[in-house]
């Protein structure tokens, strides 16, 4: 039985077009995956969380926002007037969330009079977190877990009869707290949405807010909290999740690569053909199709590629089926497995400098007068030209990529590929097995519908492997209409 599930568990899919043996297999997805530089996003995400970054600083909206208070008499263009929206506008605006409830306010939000069912007060909380201090977000056992971390800081703000009723039954004094959207183990959210809901009328949102923030700073914090309807539900209420996935490029991956990754798909086509009609070997050949899936695939990708394949997702209501993984079989089949994407582009970006070695040296030989400066990139450059008589040093406190960002002209970071989704819902792990898929299907030369065929496919392993959780971010939830004008990678 043990060999029987080994074998079964390295079965490829049997392709039929063009691409079949230009296309990685599940190992060589895994592989060309996971084989990068995962820590700049993680440390990237980390400063996103604790804000000391942003998501705008991997397009450069520095540029935009002096476009946009330059005070020109010129007319504003699209971006412009994008970025000018993206940076006035607020984190959550409960009265712009016209499904909280269709009653009127004095309906809904008053509830002195009300008894019973009626009388709790439901909070919204908005948090992010970083997904690598946490074992995912669902709470189990063991397990570090954001809702664990919640919850425990949430059981001293529950009413008297629910803390009687937990005692009762020999369990902790904890709260409960609902999700708009449960993230995997090492996924990140920025601005993830729960609610908790309580009989007691004494309680605050500040209250709420330093218990949750004091429970693992620098991990965890709370970016609101405020008092909804007693109808406001996080998940069922939300009209579009919206996703950021960033993929770290390795130094010889190029941003002109399209001509190159043609090139070497159409010479692998052609060796290919050739072998076979002079071998006379076919495609049920399976030690043929072996020895090329050890051999010298393409492994180069555009990035315009990928959005190529994405942009054929947009404004379709779709069966996401064959991109999810770990689904129940209930909500494997028929409408629970279709999505509507409204928004699916990818561009490239790169991360902002690190600047973590310079609080290392402020921990050594840095006197407190240069950690009052204000101008980091001055400390930068103080702390390299120091550096330059003390190789040493330097070798041992700061990672070569940390000086090679910061000692550039321009004082770029790693260049990464994002790829922006924004749908009303997506399955379990679907986004990481889109991106994982459409950079597949893009080195292998795949077609513009590569991403639509495999929808029709009569199995999961005719998509790629998930992603990586750790370029995976929970970028927002929302609770109005979607509008592009909410989006990362604006529509040119």
Same mark, same amino acid.
């Given at each position: 039985?043990?060999? /029987? ?21 599940? @190992? ?5 995956? !996971? ?28 540029? %935009? ?40 306010? #004095? ?21 992010? !977190? ?23 800081? #949430?059981?001293?703000? &529950? ?16 709260? !409960?707290?609902?999700?708009?959207? /449960? ?6 959210? $920025? ?8 009989? *007691? ?30 109808? =406001? ?10 996703? $950021? !996935? ?22 692998? *086509? ?34 315009? @590629? ?43 970006? *790169? ?7 310079? @609080? ?15 101008? %980091?990139? &001055?400390?930068?450059?103080? $702390? ?37 989704? %924004?749908?009303?819902?997506?399955? /379990?792990?679907? &986004? ?21 065929? $495999? ?5 999961? /392993? ?11 971010? #929970? ?6 209409? =979607? ?10």
């Amino acid at each position: 039985m043990e060999n /029987r599930a080994q074998n079964k568990a390295y079965i490829h899919y049997n392709h039929t077009d063009p691409c079949r043996y230009a296309r990685w297999n599940a @190992r060589e997805s895994h592989q060309f995956m !996971y084989a990068r530089p995962w820590q700049e996003v993680l440390d990237f995400y980390s400063n996103a969380v604790n804000g000391r970054t942003s998501l705008s600083t991997l397009f450069g909206i520095e540029g %935009v926002e002096k476009a946009a208070h330059s005070g020109s008499s010129s007319p504003p263009t699209p971006t412009v007037i994008w970025f000018e929206f993206m940076v006035t506008r607020h984190v959550h605006n409960d009265s712009e969330i016209p499904e909280v409830s269709e009653k009127t306010e #004095l309906e809904t939000v008053s509830t002195e009079d009300r008894t019973g069912k009626w009388a709790r007060v439901t909070f919204k909380i908005v948090l992010s !977190y970083h997904g690598a201090s946490f074992d995912g977000w669902q709470k189990q056992p063991g397990l570090n877990t954001v809702q664990g971390v919640i919850e425990k800081s #949430l059981g001293k703000f &529950v009413d008297e009869n629910k803390v009687q009723l937990l005692k009762d039954k020999g369990l902790p004094i904890e709260g !409960y707290a609902v999700v708009a959207g /449960r993230t995997d183990k090492g996924v990140t959210a $920025l601005q993830q949405i729960c609610s908790f809901f309580t009989w *007691r009328k004494d309680i605050k949102p500040q209250d709420i807010e330093e218990a949750i923030d004091g429970a693992v700073p620098g991990k965890l914090k709370v970016l609101s909290v405020s008092k909804v309807s007693r109808v =406001f539900h996080p998940n069922f209420s939300a009209k579009w999740r919206h996703y $950021l !996935y960033i993929f770290p490029l390795n130094d010889w991956e190029d941003e002109e690569q399209s001509n190159v990754s043609g090139d070497d798909v159409e010479s692998f *086509r052609c060796i290919v053909n050739k072998d076979e009609q002079g071998s006379g070997r076919g495609e049920s050949n399976e030690e043929y199709e072996t020895e090329l899936g050890n051999g010298e695939k393409p492994c180069r990708f555009s990035t315009s @590629r990928v959005n190529q394949l994405l942009l054929q997702l947009e404004g379709k209501l779709l069966s996401y089926k064959m991109f999810a993984r770990d689904t129940k079989a209930s909500r494997s089949t028929g409408p629970p497995t279709q999505c509507f994407v409204y928004h699916a582009r990818a561009t490239e970006a *790169r991360l902002p400098c690190s600047e973590d070695f310079v @609080r290392l040296m402020l921990n050594a030989n840095v006197t407190k007068e240069i950690e009052s400066l204000q101008n %980091v990139g &001055v400390l930068m450059g103080l $702390l390299l030209e120091a550096f330059n008589f003390q190789p040493n040093l330097r070798c041992k406190l700061i990672p070569a990529h940390h000086i090679k960002c910061c000692a550039s002209d321009e004082g770029e970071g790693r260049k990464v590929m994002c790829v922006e989704l %924004v749908a009303n819902r997506f399955l /379990r792990k679907m &986004v990481r097995v889109l991106v994982a898929t459409s950079i597949r299907e893009a080195t292998a030369g795949a077609d513009e519908d590569a991403l639509l065929k $495999l929808m029709d496919a009569t199995c999961r /392993r005719a998509t790629a492997p998930p992603a990586p959780p750790d370029g995976l971010c #929970l970028v927002d939830v929302g609770y109005a209409e =979607f509008d592009v004008l909410n989006c990362l990678i604006p529509k040119h």
